[in-house]
């Protein structure tokens, strides 16, 4: 082998291996990019998700409001029950 076959020979796979090099530098930098890009995006959203949880806190305090309206309701009838059996006993009392 010959200097020049060899020096052409390094040379190429010098280039080989620089190609290589660079390609995965430009690839571990798109990753790179990405990363902080899907970083800033999660950010964001949970700032959103964080808004919608204190926006919804009303839907969850109702639910609870309409459980203390039922319990308000089953209270009515047993009172409006009670007072129909005060006055039937009122208006026997009366007949008699």
Do not use: C
Not at 46 to 67: H, S, Y
Not at 70 to 85: E, F, M
């Amino acid at each position: 082998m010959t200097d020049a076959s060899l020096y052409s020979n390094w040379f190429f796979w010098l280039g080989i291996a620089t190609v290589i090099i660079v390609s995965a530098a430009v690839l571990l930098i798109l990753v790179w990019l990405m990363a902080r890009r899907i970083l800033n995006l999660a950010v964001t959203a949970l700032g959103l998700v964080q808004e919608i949880k204190a926006n919804t806190a009303i839907i969850w305090a109702l639910e609870d409001t309409n459980r203390t309206a039922v319990n308000i309701l089953d209270d009515a009838k047993r009172i409006r029950n009670n007072g129909a059996s005060v006055a039937q006993a009122l208006h026997e009392a009366d007949g008699s």
